[in-house]
């Protein structure tokens, strides 16, 4: 059902679709004259009415404004934005088939876009942090400390397990003063980019800067000393939050997305006290920024993050790092 518990009064839900062509590009379409952000491109979709459950919503809403019949779809994530005259949440669908020919029905224009274009077009502001997603894992794996497995050697080979293992979003994650060898650095780079994966590094900014990594995840610290971007916009830029306050500061500082935990008990923090489920979802039900579930759980969980509205999943142990 259509649940907006904890929402203001005004907002306004919305399901929207992630529709591809045979070459991978994406549909968008584009906002009519006098309508609130006349002109932007958008994922296609429309409102959500009281009662109505999103999937169905979605399906009527493009059988009315582009003339298709929906097959299978599934939730990507969802997330909030508050413009100045609304609230709007934006509830994601990936749309795997559907019957007919996309047309303009209500006279707006619409076109398919690389991926990598999608980033150039002007989108409204809850549509702009899921572009990112779109080629990313929903499946993040946090990497234990390199010096815990003796030599470098090691760990290079307890990340291409993870690598082997189908994991194509990684993170590593030095412990507090770690040094890391260039040459592991390399290798990592080198051995990820083969596999056609993304990772982020972990640690002071002034040391991981120039790493050939994809992108800089912040740890809650970092999260809170800084008040600008500290990566450029190419790079994919991640924090460590525990609340929507956290998240907040998140989206102020230009995040692509987070980690929002421990959703259930883990053996790093046995004395912290878990989120839950569910309020992990009212957690997410506010967030302006993609969430993925950490804390306790295993990549099997992702179905359950993404029924909260979450995008994926991260981890540990399960995450390919059982060994370790």
């Known amino acids: 059902m259509n649940d907006v518990a904890g929402l203001p009064q005004d907002c306004i839900d919305v399901a929207a679709a992630v529709i591809r062509d045979d070459d991978g590009r994406v549909l968008v379409t584009q906002r009519m004259p006098g309508r609130h952000l006349e002109g932007l491109w958008e994922f296609p ?114 990340w291409q397990a993870c690598l082997d293992a189908g994991f194509r979003l990684l993170r590593l994650r030095p412990g507090p003063a770690e040094a890391i060898p260039e040459s592991l650095v390399r290798s990592i780079a080198e051995r990820t980019r083969a596999a056609g994966a993304r990772w982020l590094v972990s640690g002071e900014l002034d040391v991981i800067a120039h790493w050939p990594a994809d992108g800089v995840h912040l740890s809650t610290r970092q999260l809170v000393e800084h008040h600008r971007r500290p990566v450029t916009a190419d790079k994919l830029l991640a924090a460590s939050c525990h609340d929507l ?28 006290l878990p989120l839950g489920w569910h309020d992990f979802e009212r957690v997410v039900r506010h967030s302006p920024l993609p969430v993925l579930a950490l804390g306790g759980l295993e990549p099997d969980d992702w179905g359950h993050a993404r029924a909260a509205g979450a995008f994926g999943v991260a981890g540990v142990r399960a995450f390919g790092w059982g060994g370790a």
């Open 45 to 158: 979709g429309g409102k959500i009415e009281p009662g109505e459950a999103p999937n169905r919503a979605l399906a009527r809403e493009l059988a009315e404004e582009l003339g298709i019949e929906t097959g299978p779809m599934r939730p990507v994530v969802s997330v909030t934005h508050e413009y100045a005259e609304k609230t709007v949440r934006l509830r994601l669908f990936e749309l795997h088939s559907y019957a007919g020919v996309p047309e303009g029905r209500e006279g707006q224009a619409l076109q398919w876009v690389d991926v990598e274009a999608l980033r150039e077009l002007e989108m409204p502001a809850a549509d702009r942090p899921l572009v990112r997603l779109l080629d990313l894992d929903a499946h993040y794996s946090i990497s234990p400390s390199p010096a815990g497995f003796g030599n470098p050697e090691a760990f290079l080979a307890g």
């Open 245 to 272: 306050e956290e998240i907040r500061m998140a989206a102020d500082l230009g995040a692509d997305f987070v980690t929002l935990a421990p959703v259930s008990a883990t053996r790093r923090q046995p004395g912290v």
